[in-house]
């Protein structure tokens, strides 16, 4: 095979690859375009609700539909979101408070007081811990509803700017 014939099957191997790839699609719910000031918004694993956070109110809405089913108003500013793997319950990280949504009835279940600030949030793939924090990090365990300091940052240090987590939840990097 020469050297324009490898060019012409690498082309149609390219070619044939962006047919079969479809970017994903862009899907704005009608009462977010309404909504300035957004911190945070998060998809269901099922993509039946998506949840958008703009100060202190938490917006759920139907995500096929595009429609508001409700808006919650938290304590503090919300600022970032994640979903259990049944896609049942958001967890909604603030200034004061972990808000525990209920997405099967669309209310608050649980609200947990947030004394480290929760501007940054990670879930784990098991979908068993969020870690948050701003000023610390904390750890929340979905089972069994309780949430753990694990750290406290110094004053001198500043606030957690980023943080990622190993896929066992066993080693968080901030």
Not at 33 to 58: H, M, P, W
Not at 62 to 71: I, P, S, V
Request: proline share 3%.
């Amino acid at each position: 095979m020469n050297s324009k014939s490898k060019i012409i099957v690498l082309l149609s191997l390219v070619f044939a690859i962006k047919l079969v790839a479809q970017a994903p699609q862009l899907v704005i719910p009608s009462g977010l375009k309404e909504i300035t000031g957004i911190y945070g918004v998060g998809l269901s694993l099922d993509q039946k609700k998506a949840v958008a956070v703009a100060g202190k109110n938490i917006q759920v809405y139907d995500y096929e539909t595009g429609n508001l089913l409700k808006t919650i108003v938290a304590k503090g500013s919300m600022s970032k979101v994640s979903f259990s793997t049944d896609s049942k319950q958001a967890f909604v990280t603030g200034d004061e408070e972990l808000v525990v949504l209920d997405l099967t009835k669309i209310e608050v279940s649980r609200t947990i007081p947030n004394s480290l600030g929760g501007l940054h949030q990670v879930r784990t793939q098991d979908g068993k811990s969020i870690f948050f924090g701003y000023r610390g990090l904390q750890r929340f365990d979905v089972a069994a509803g309780t949430v753990a300091r694990l750290k406290e940052f110094p004053q001198d240090w500043g606030s957690l700017q980023m943080l990622t987590v190993s896929p066992d939840g066993t080693q968080a990097l901030c």
